[in-house]
């Protein structure tokens, strides 16, 4: 069981920056890749980034390349997402989510109902 929560959202102008944590309750080096979801109001949950549990591999949605990065701290096990020149249309709960690297340190789960473990959220609002 893990159990993961989210900090670091709040309000922030259109082309500012903010930086998102993710701390689990227990160690997620080289046994869980984490991925960052967002959903916003009337629309689905969709990936936004993930790493792999090596913490050397990573993806990103097409609409945040180049504007965000996810990280991994590994003294820390915590795991960031610097959110760079925010739009309008960022605004969204971010969540942080957990899959077992079963298939391999280096796997990267691009699918939600890969991961198992989720936090409560932050909510994200990027005003115009």
């Known amino acids: 069981q893990v159990q993961l929560l989210e900090s670091g959202g709040g309000l922030v102008q259109s082309g500012g920056s903010l930086r998102l944590s993710c701390v689990p309750s227990g160690r997620t080096f080289n046994t869980y890749a984490m991925g960052w979801f967002r959903q916003a109001p009337g629309k689905e949950r969709e990936l936004v980034a993930t790493?792999?549990?090596?913490?050397?591999?990573?993806y990103y949605a097409d609409f945040v390349k180049g504007r965000f990065t996810i990280s991994g701290d590994f003294a820390g096990n915590t795991v960031y997402l610097q959110m760079d020149k925010l739009k309008p249309e960022d605004t969204a709960v971010y969540y942080c989510a957990a899959a077992s690297a079963y298939r391999g340190t280096w796997y990267l789960p691009t699918e939600l109902n890969e991961y198992t473990y989720w936090g409560p959220g932050t909510q994200v609002t990027v005003s115009s």
């Open positions: 790493i792999s549990a090596s913490h050397d591999r990573t």
